[in-house]
T-cell receptor
Framework: LAKTTQPISMDSYEGQEVNITCSHN???????ITWYQQFPSQGPRFIIQ???TKVTNEVASLFIPADRKSSTLSLPRVSLSDTAVYYC????????????FGTGTRLQVFP | DAGVIQSPRHEVTEMGQEVTLRCKPISGHNSLFWYRQTMMRGLELLIY????????DSGMPEDRFSAKMPNASFSTLKIQPSEPRDSAVYFCASSFFAGDTQYFGPGTRLTVL
């Protein structure tokens, strides 16, 4: 599985856009990029998944450049409730046997 | 669906005692995963099952840990004997198939004194 690198922590204020970048230099052709969110005292929760270019859902956007060696999770107009740990993972579509979570990025949103 | 259900939510026990954690996956999901989370080591995969069969248990720390899945709707993770270093939050997750989006339960916070 491709190794991912992301910042340990980030701070933001309510209403701002937050972009969390993840590096995955040895991503393989069939790998997907997936992001999970974890609140204190809860299990991780799937946010978004993408393969290339841009993916958007009701929660976030995922930007993936052409070389796919990095990706950026974008959270528009964050609120206090977005304070959480965000994990970037690279998985082989439909054929992986497990997910390996890194240390994640701890996002703190201030009022 | 109620999501993945885990019990108990909290467990406090003394060193040497047997601990059994329980998980009910989402109905229709064929893959089930057990994770352990600590501040020091983050989130670690212990073992996962496909169609009730253990596929990869390389993450199980040692022989004191064992996991079973007697049917599609129930799994257990047992620690015998328990040690203080086993203190952690244990998560169960399930998915339609390995590689698909995983849905996590609320976790069991285990404290071994």
């Amino acid at each position: 599985l491709a190794k991912t690198t992301q910042p340990i922590s980030m701070d933001s204020y309510e209403g701002q856009e937050v972009n969390i970048t993840c590096s995955h230099n040895n991503i393989a052709t069939n790998d997907y990029i997936t992001w999970y969110q974890q609140f204190p005292s809860q299990g991780p929760r799937f946010i978004i998944q993408g393969y290339k270019t841009k993916v958007t859902n009701e929660v976030a956007s995922l930007f993936i450049p052409a070389d796919r060696k990095s990706s950026t999770l974008s959270l528009p107009r964050v609120s206090l409730s977005d304070t959480a740990v965000y994990y970037c993972l690279v998985v082989i579509a439909h054929n992986t046997d497990k997910l390996i979570f890194g240390t994640g990025t701890r996002l703190q949103v201030f009022p | 669906d109620a999501g993945v259900i885990q019990s108990p939510r909290h467990e406090v026990t003394e060193m040497g005692q047997e601990v059994t954690l329980r998980c009910k996956p989402i109905s229709g999901h064929n893959s089930l995963f057990w994770y352990r989370q600590t501040m020091m080591r983050g989130l670690e995969l212990l073992i996962y099952f496909n169609n009730n069969v253990p596929i990869d248990d390389s993450g199980m720390p040692e022989d004191r840990f064992s996991a079973k899945m007697p049917n599609a709707s129930f799994s257990t993770l047992k620690i015998q004997p328990s040690e203080p270093r086993d203190s952690a939050v244990y998560f169960c997750a399930s998915s339609f198939f390995a590689g698909d989006t995983q849905y996590f339960g609320p976790g069991t916070r285990l404290t071994v004194l």
